[in-house]
């Protein structure tokens, strides 16, 4: 019976949030494992945070970024910097994939915003598809360990570490 609500849930179009939210509540409410308000206590408890703000804040800096145009600046400040260097593109895929990931802080926005610019101009200049999306994929992994970082945020949150620390720690690297 579960799984036709769930199913009935996914089917309607509903986002993917409400529809587990909504499959967990009816299966508690079946369960009858605990009373349903220490539940609903447990999770607005869960999501009450601080630093879970950042998470949709970096993601709004992200899509910010994309609409306005500064992933090609960004891209062309890279290729500015070190296009000149033989296998340019490649160091400039790395170079615009540090920059973006220094302000967006997550791989998959670096990813899918500066990726798209980059990918198309490796095509353009000769590149392999194979090669300019492995440089893409691997230049935006960099992300998660320059600072400000969403995972670093996530990550401090979870284990009760500054998140500063955890900040000045990823510069190094």
């Known amino acids: 019976?579960?799984?036709?609500?769930?199913?009935?849930?996914?089917?309607?179009?509903?986002?993917?949030?409400?529809?587990?939210?909504?499959?967990?509540?009816?299966?508690?409410?079946?369960?009858?494992?605990?009373?349903?308000?220490?539940?609903?206590h447990r999770m607005v408890s869960g999501i009450d945070s601080f630093p879970l703000l950042a998470v949709p804040f970096f993601i709004l800096a992200g899509n910010l970024m994309n609409n306005a145009g500064i992933t090609n600046r960004i891209y062309n400040y890279a290729l500015a910097l070190v296009g000149w260097l033989k296998g340019g593109l490649g160091h400039v895929n790395v170079?615009?994939?540090?920059?973006?990931?220094?302000?967006?802080?997550?791989?998959?926005?670096?990813?899918?915003?500066?990726?798209t610019v980059e990918i198309k101009?490796?095509?353009?200049?000769?590149?392999?598809k194979e090669f300019a999306v492995g440089v893409t994929a691997a230049s935006a992994t960099l992300g998660p360990i320059i600072p400000p970082s969403l995972p670093f945020v996530i990550y401090g949150m979870m284990a009760n570490v500054s998140v500063g620390a955890l900040f000045l720690a990823g510069i190094l690297p």
Do not use: C, N, Q, W
């Open 121 to 128: 101009a490796m095509r353009d200049h000769g590149y392999s």
């Open 95 to 115: 170079v615009g994939s540090v920059v973006f990931a220094g302000m967006s802080g997550t791989a998959i926005a670096d990813a899918a915003g500066l990726g």
């Open 1 to 40: 019976m579960l799984k036709i609500l769930f199913l009935i849930l996914m089917s309607g179009g509903i986002p993917v949030a409400i529809a587990m939210a909504g499959a967990s509540l009816i299966y508690l409410l079946f369960a009858e494992s605990s009373p349903p308000f220490v539940v609903i």
